[in-house]
T-cell receptor
Framework: AQSVTQLDSHVSVSEGTPVLLRCNYS??????LFWYVQHPNKGLQLLLK??????LVKGINGFEAEFKKSETSFHLTKPSAHMSDAAEYFC???????????FGTGTRLQVFP | DSGVTQTPKHLITATGQRVTLRCSPR?????VYWYQQSLDQGLQFLIH???????AKGNILERFSAQQFPDLHSELNLSSLELGDSALYFC??????????????FGPGTRLTVL
């Protein structure tokens, strides 16, 4: 069965420093992977998605993620955090057998001035 | 703004009651998905409709039901409500029939509080 594990429930960074949100996946086939962001009292917004093209995926707002099959990872990075990046981030894996998305438990990113 | 609208924004009701949540997908999208987000269960997929037909079912309780109407809006009906049903309910929409290859656009959610 498909699954996704977000390794950190909370990450705190200072404004202007790099962001790393970690995600490992489990899949019996080459999956599609997504990162969604949820700002307080808002719906989820797609940051980026990987669908077996380039392994380095660029998303919105300066975020990118690298698909590493050997490590079964899809970590989200940003070179320089901004205060507006404070939000909950979800790593998501596709399950083609059931045609559903499987969401991770989320990582809350705090950005300090 | 994703283009997906959900009403109402907040709903407070009592145990045993029945409520209806409404979702209008983005213009041109044929699929509607319902999710439940709670502190203990996280984000759980409930059900997916494509062009009026049920496409996939997730962890949806028998007390819950949904439908998609000819104008493509969808309603999620929750009955015999329990305290544990308190959660944020999201609707998402996508263009095609696939729940995993098409990008899903999420609405702002309906926060349900059961007292």
């Amino acid at each position: 069965a498909q699954s996704v594990t977000q390794l950190d429930s909370h990450v705190s960074v200072s404004e202007g420093t790099p962001v790393l949100l970690r995600c490992n996946y489990s899949s019996s086939y080459s999956p599609s992977l997504f990162w969604y962001v949820q700002h307080p009292n808002k719906g989820l917004q797609l940051l980026l998605k990987y669908t077996s093209a380039a392994t380095l995926v660029k998303g919105i707002n300066g975020f990118e993620a690298e698909f590493k099959k050997s490590e079964t990872s899809f970590h989200l990075t940003k070179p320089s955090a901004h205060m507006s990046d404070a939000a909950e981030y979800f790593c998501v894996v596709s399950d083609y057998n059931t045609d559903k998305l499987i969401f991770g438990t989320g990582t809350r990113l705090q950005v300090f001035p | 703004d994703s283009g997906v609208t959900q009403t109402p924004k907040h709903l407070i009701t009592a145990t045993g009651q029945r409520v209806t949540l409404r979702c209008s997908p983005r213009s041109g999208d044929l699929s509607v998905y319902w999710y439940q987000q709670s502190l203990d269960q996280g984000l759980q997929f409930l059900i997916h409709y494509y062009n009026g037909e049920e496409r996939a079912k997730g962890n949806i309780l028998e007390r819950f039901s949904a439908q998609q109407f000819p104008d493509l809006h969808s309603e999620l009906n929750l009955s015999s409500l329990e305290l544990g049903d308190s959660a944020l309910y999201f609707c998402a929409s996508s263009v095609g029939a696939s729940g995993v290859t098409d990008t899903q656009y999420f609405g702002p959610g309906t926060r349900l509080t059961v007292l």
